[in-house]
């Protein structure tokens, strides 16, 4: 936004380079999939285990997309979901800017019935061109609880003090970045799962979803029926801050 660069503009170090930058669609699920083996319908479909053992943010994520439509303000893509994801179906993103926000929408519209949980995942920069380091303001009321394996058991619990790896439940409001002296960044989604990320010195991951991640194992992803359609939305609204003065 204006001078500024809030995303990571180059892969950090370790991991599935596509998704250690910027900001990416996790479709057609999002986060860690349990020994990359999606289980459905009696049968077992193996994944791509770029955060070995586990599948990680999808199969769209390193994917090609088609432009369907843009403007000077406005951007619609799609892709058609095919292997290794084993079910047919596009994931579409549409894109709307404006002077104080960005809208955006990420559908999954499934050809067979299909389990589904998509999201958004920012990497934030801690430090932008000018003005103090990020302070976020996230405020839920439970967590998913971490197995062994580091990932959910399905059991809630408090949130602890950071740092996090973790997927949240009940915001009491929306989060928010702020960088003081710089910029306000609000992320206003209607879903109620959101994955923060804060072990990494550069930058920090706030991500709506609309389930857990390994959704499928816990029995929390959403089945959509062939013909069926699954949506998120989010706006990240941005308000600009004066200068501190010294």
Known sequence: MDDLDLLTGVALPG??????????????????????RL????????????????????????????????TPTTAVLEHELTAPWP????????LSLFDDRLETALVVAADEQ???????????LRRLARGGAVELDVAPQQMYELGADGLPTGRLVPPPAGPY??????????PRLTWPGALELVLDSPTDHWVVFT??????????????????????ATVVPAGGS?????????????????
């Open 15 to 36: 991991g599935h380079p596509p998704t250690l930058h910027g900001c990416f669609p996790m479709a057609p699920f999002a986060g860690r999939l349990h020994q990359a």
């Open 39 to 70: 289980e459905w319908g009696g049968q077992v479909h193996p994944l791509p285990a770029h955060a070995a053992p586990h599948a990680i943010h999808g199969t769209a994520v390193d994917a090609a997309w088609s432009v369907k439509e843009t």
């Open 87 to 94: 079910f047919r179906g596009r994931v579409r993103q549409e």
């Open 114 to 124: 299909m389990p589904v949980v998509v999201g958004w995942h920012p990497w934030f």
């Open 165 to 174: 790896d973790d997927c949240f439940l009940g915001l009491t409001r929306p």
């Open 199 to 220: 072990e990494r010195p550069e930058a920090v991951c706030v991500e709506p979803q609309t389930g857990p991640p390994d959704a499928v194992r816990l029995g929390r």
């Open 230 to 246: 699954h949506e998120l939305r989010l706006v990240l609204g941005w308000r600009r801050l004066p200068a501190d003065r010294p």
